[in-house]
């Protein structure tokens, strides 16, 4: 019994490690201080893997969708892993913060969509194993109204299709 | 001295678009705009008795009393006039009443109704409006129908009223389609609900599995356009009230979106994202044959036709931020015409023609707005953390639209307000509330 609460606590820890990586700064982070001491245990082929270490997600300054240096690095990485696992194809989900009227942040998800697609396109990805989705502000990650989560729900996400969870 | 009163509140009315807005913060954090300086007097109405042979029909007269009453007084327009000031007691439907006892009273304006069951089972209502100052009947109108769609008969006699008091069309037989809203903010259940223009007879039209957006009206028709995800891509959907036929416009491998029916209902302006970018186009519905509007890199969405179909109104990114441009609806070079401080969006043109409601974006708040349709005269009518989406009543004097209230627990609601920027209020609907879209007069 005792046992179990441990095991418990320690999955509170890692849950709390992975919604901290939904901050705009810290996929990478999270990249970083899992790729080097645990990646030989760690089965990267996964849906975990790639949301958590690999990063699924890039983040965008107000109404703008171009990729930022830090984005280019998690997209990077995204490519990489997509071209290493061939059998999996992604849907790259555009999001926009709540401060903007629902058909343009519509149109602006996905601009956001189809900017994340053409980099990982310009890195190797096979265009047809790439489609896009619009959630435009109806999907936020983050529910508070203040710039802490305007910023993480300026998003494009890419979703996996066929990888395997565990 | 109804032609007086109608130069009078025309005159009024002119003075509330000129008149300076003063704005303040509530506590909810709403702005709050009052129109000062216009001296509106309402009109003064008076409804002394809805008579029946007696039974269900009794029930019915005083229900349908009520509903009109409600109606009226609710548009902000018009002031009940306490029973307890009456000085005759109306008796009979068929006899005129004494104009003196009501002039005596100021009452602009008096209606009385009856209501009877036919041997068939249904309903006939009649009713008559007196102008006591002119002495004489202005209106008698009379209603057959269901009993079971008693509160139409009596938006009807409140249109009726509306429309021979202040010389517009009314707006009160009419209905809105809005997305009802549950559940928490990062997942949003959304269905497609209509319900009368004062709340009642809710229904929903969607299930609740996939989410749904933006509903539009038909200005012709018992249809709706929507948005639903339910097979993957954002697409259109063209639903029919009456059969309840439902049919996705198109298959776009892209998203489609921002539809509007044209006047006649039978094309529909829409956007399509080709390759992430966002263009107009427009849809003959019979045919089903597309024609491209726009073509630029930059975002061109939410396009509404002018009530002759001769123009578009839509927002665009080309300029750098979020603006409005009114074009030809054959296409053609676009003229911006929202130039204040802000972002613009969401434009829909008025069924009278006259105005452009817009939403838009400034300081931190979102406004809820009406211009010319050359963008001169700005006035706006609302703001809040967010108000958007003005949807017009068909007769162009009042619009509705959402707000919505910031945090983790926001939620929205709907809203409704007079082009003056008078009476401002929440419309009762079961849950929260957005992306109202008013119908037009039913039939």
Known sequence: ???????????????????????????????????????????????????QTVGDSVFFATNASSISPRARQTLQRQAQWLNANLAVNAQIAGHADERGTREFNLALGARRAESVRSFLVSQGVAAGRLSTISYGKERPAAPCSAETC????????????????? | MITTFLRTLAALMVAALSVNQAVAQSEDGALEITVAGGEFQPISVASPAFFSDGGEAANLAAQI?????????????????????????????????????????????????HAKIEPDGRVLVKFRLFDPFSEGQVEGLQFFSDPADWRRIGHKIADAVYAKMTGEGGYFDSRIVYVDERGPKGNRQKRLAIMDQDGENLRYLTSGGDLVLTPRFSPKDQEILYISYERGQPQIFLYNLETQQREVLGN???????????????????????????DIWVMELATRKMRRLTQSPAIETAASYSPDGQQIVFESDRGGGQQIYVMSALGGSPQRISFGQGRYGTPVWSPRGDMIA????????????????????????????????????????????????????????????????????????????????WSPLLP
């Open chain 2, 252 to 278: 776009f491998p892209e998203m489609s979106f921002a539809p509007r029916f044209s006047p006649d209902g039978r094309q529909v302006l829409l956007s399509l994202a080709q390759g992430g970018n966002t």
């Open chain 1, 1 to 51: 019994m005792k046992s179990t609460l441990k095991f418990l606590i320690a999955a509170g820890a890692i849950l709390a490690v992975a919604a901290c990586s939904e901050e705009p700064a810290s996929p990478e982070a999270a990249a970083a201080n899992s790729g080097g001491s645990t990646a030989a245990a760690v089965d990267q082929s996964t849906l975990q893997y790639f949301q």
């Open chain 2, 358 to 437: 817009f939403t838009k974006s400034s300081g931190g708040q979102f406004q809820i707005g009406v211009m010319r349709t050359d963008g001169s005269e700005e006035r706006i009518l609302d703001a809040s953390f967010l108000s958007e989406g003005p949807t017009w009543a068909p007769n162009g004097r009042v619009l509705s639209f959402f707000r919505e209230t910031p945090g983790a627990n926001g939620r929205p609601s709907l809203w409704s307000v007079d082009i003056t920027g008078r009476n401002l209020k929440r419309l009762n609907t079961a849950n929260a509330g957005s992306d109202p879209a």
């Open chain 2, 65 to 113: 009393r009520q509903v009109v009453m409600n109606d009226l007084v609710g548009s902000g327009l018009f002031r009940s006039i306490e029973e307890t000031a009456f000085i005759e007691q109306v008796v009979d439907f068929d006899v005129e009443p004494t104009y003196a006892d009501w002039q005596a009273i100021n009452a602009d304006a008096l209606f009385t109704g």
């Open chain 1, 150 to 166: 305007w910023s993480q729900n300026r998003r494009g996400v890419t979703g996996l299709v066929g990888a395997p969870t565990s």
